[in-house]
């Protein structure tokens, strides 16, 4: 704007000159900053020597050639190595399994044996000193005793072993596979009143379960049938709610985890399906705790009924509900080839 003077006429205002200067250094004229190229997009520039294609550079240190990095986890003395900030796990070296082949046996597993009681109650009649062999009082658990030669009492009364007994039993609906003489529903062995001795179910049915079950006072053969690593198969009728697709027959084959576990699997038939129902057979090896109800609940498909029909060749011919009958010697040989079979 032009300062205006006194009387009108205006007086123009001189600008001060501007000093150009080139891009640079502030106050240096003349100069030209170096230019700097700026690398292509995606690419990083080269710093030192490149990486060799496909490998990334190394973060740290390389370790001299020829050796690996040292590991971060530190030795102990005993040559064993843990991992830091986790706890360690030491490996326990199995007891050897030695197979007595003397006729002897635990002072506990003969007085169960004979009926008396279960091997814990056993131990207990010990501890209290009711227990003689051959006139000398055994407080000691885990006395041995031979069978054929020593004289064991209880309350001076002569223990005489049993002889074996094997029932087959066609359990019904609403019984239930107890010894407790507080129970107050019907029990299987209340049906075996002629049947002389302390004899226990193997395994179990649930009392909304029926069908074939076995009895027994051996020990030994209600290990290697009840035991899953026997594996000896039983055959159960199951009808369901619903309609199985073929989906569902994949996960029952193929394991359904329960809360023991992983289930190792079953030998799946279907015999008819209706609109809302659906009949088939199935063939286990274990015997988790009503496991075939439990596998079908959690695919939605309640079980309505459930029968067990086999045992190893063991079948219900001829057998009605609520009745027994004893086992064959060669059908006691069966299933113990069977059970040994499956082991191997």
């Avoid at 973060?59 to 020829?66: D, H, I, L, R």
């Avoid at 002629?194 to 395994?203: A, D, M, N, S």
């Amino acid at each position: 704007m032009a300062a205006r003077r006194k009387g009108g006429a205006r007086k123009p205002v001189r600008k001060a000159p501007v000093r150009k200067t080139t891009a640079g250094k502030r106050g240096t004229p003349g100069r030209k900053a170096p230019s700097r190229k700026k690398p292509p997009s995606g690419k990083k520039p080269p710093s030192g020597k490149k990486p060799p294609s496909g490998k990334k550079p190394p973060s740290g240190k390389k370790p001299p050639s020829g050796k690996k990095p040292p590991s971060r986890n530190k030795p102990y003395a005993s040559g064993g190595s843990r991992r830091v900030g986790k706890k360690t796990a030491f490996k326990v070296t199995p007891m050897p399994v030695v197979i007595e082949t003397d006729g002897k046996v635990r002072i506990n597993k003969f007085l169960a044996s004979a009926g008396i009681c279960s091997r814990r109650a056993a131990d207990e009649l010990i501890s209290r000193g009711r227990v003689t062999v051959n006139g000398a009082m055994i407080t000691e658990l885990g006395t041995r005793i031979d069978p054929m030669v020593d004289d064991v009492r209880l309350d001076e009364k002569r223990v005489v072993q049993e002889k074996k007994v094997y029932v087959l039993f066609n359990k019904p609906k609403g019984v239930v596979c107890t010894n407790a003489r507080n129970e107050q529903r019907k029990r299987v062995i209340d049906f075996l009143n002629k049947v002389k001795g302390r004899i226990y179910t193997i395994g179990r049915l649930d009392a909304d379960s029926e069908g074939l079950i076995l009895l027994t006072n051996d020990g030994d053969f209600a290990q290697e049938m009840a035991h899953p690593k026997f594996g000896v198969p039983k055959t159960y009728a199951v009808l369901v709610r619903g309609t199985l697709e073929n989906d569902d027959i994949k996960k029952v084959r193929g394991g359904v985890w329960l809360a023991e576990g992983k289930t190792s699997g079953a030998t799946i038939r279907i015999e008819r399906r209706s609109r809302d129902r659906t009949y088939l057979k199935v063939t286990i090896r274990e015997g988790k705790n009503r496991e075939i109800r439990r596998v079908f609940a959690k695919l939605g498909k309640p079980v309505l009924t459930l029968k067990r029909v086999r045992i190893g060749e063991l079948t219900l011919h001829s057998l009605r509900s609520g009745k027994h009958r004893f086992l064959k010697p060669e059908e006691i040989r069966g299933l113990k080839k069977m059970a040994k079979e499956e082991i191997q």
